[in-house]
């Protein structure tokens, strides 16, 4: 077999981890977002407003003030949430990669202890980027805010979005195909060594919650998601090329999502937070689910193979890359994981993920 950098010989996942056991009392009442223009912390945030009623501190990368809240007005406009409440975040106009942020010492340690809780958005899910892209950009900077969250004397609750692709890393030949494909992409390994660094850290007394996080699709509402998400690049090209092929996806969407996320941080100020969740959708969405409303739209589609929507695409690698030849039997090594949500949460309401997954196709499908 062909020489390969395997992930499981981090250096880093061996580093031991020791942090205080400390009351829940000593904590400070403030917590921080990272990444909240991104898609999931902006409609996180939107729940925050709702449910959260102690400081929200926002760490966002602008010229100044009035552009960061600009930044965040025409964030919360394209994805058609409700206006953000200014009056309702701290502003920190910084640099996640900067030291202390490109914030003053002052501005910097004011936030240290003022915070004892933070959420982690930051990071791009391009699938194309191999592992030692995130492990030379991203790594590092998980491993700061872990050991900011471990200063004994301003102790913080870590909670981070990890995802279900970590899961497709399970023996020698799935660590061995890394980079080569979405399901087992550099953004899929690096998720898996950081949920390995926080299963550690938590076992050691920090806190904090892993959110096992599955693909995410647009709101129930407006149905609206990022066209870099993989629901939407496999629905396209079933749609650009009238061919689809056998599919089982769980689902979460990002509305549902942000108010799961923010209950069960939100339970850390009563002592009920889970340190894992796993924020899914009970039913799955089908093949049969498509057909019916392609039909619907009077669009007509046939089951197919890869290599039938190959043969009628410009970019054959971007198909393969997006859908090897294995990837309905990889989506079955996540079907086994049932949902875990936060307590104190209600979920009478939920809509279906057919149902939203439906909305998200009335923006794909033409005319």
Known sequence: MKRFFDIRNEEVLKRD????????KKYAKGLLVIGATSF????????????????????????????????????FAKWKLPACQHDKLIYHVGDLFADKWGLSDEEYFDIQKSVGYVVHFAIYARYHLPYSHFKKEW???????????????????????SSYSSHFMEDDEDFARLNTSVWHSGYTGFKW?????????????????????????GSHKNGIGPDAYFTWQVTELFIKT???????????????LGQIIARNITNELTNEASTYIRPVFPDAITQDHFVKFAKAKGFEVKHGTVKDIIKKVSKPGRVNFIMPDDFYELIKKVHKFKHIYPLNLDTSEFPTGIETWQKNLEYLFPE
């Open 17 to 24: 981890w020791s942090f205080e056991k400390i009351e829940s």
């Open 139 to 161: 790594l590092p900077d998980f491993l700061n805010m872990m050991d900011y969250c471990s200063n004994p004397d301003y102790p913080k609750s870590f909670h981070y979005p």
């Open 193 to 217: 060594v950081t949920e390995q660094i926080l299963r550690r850290a938590f076992s050691a007394n920090m806190r904090g919650c892993i959110y096992d996080i599955p693909l995410v699709i």
């Open 242 to 256: 009238g061919i689809y092929t056998s599919f089982d996806f769980k689902v979460i969407s990002v509305d549902i």
């Open 40 to 75: 999931i912390g902006a409609q996180t945030l939107t729940e925050l407003f709702k449910m959260w009623n102690n400081d929200i501190h926002i760490l966002v990368r602008a010229e100044n003030k009035q552009a960061a809240i600009k930044r965040m007005d025409d964030i």
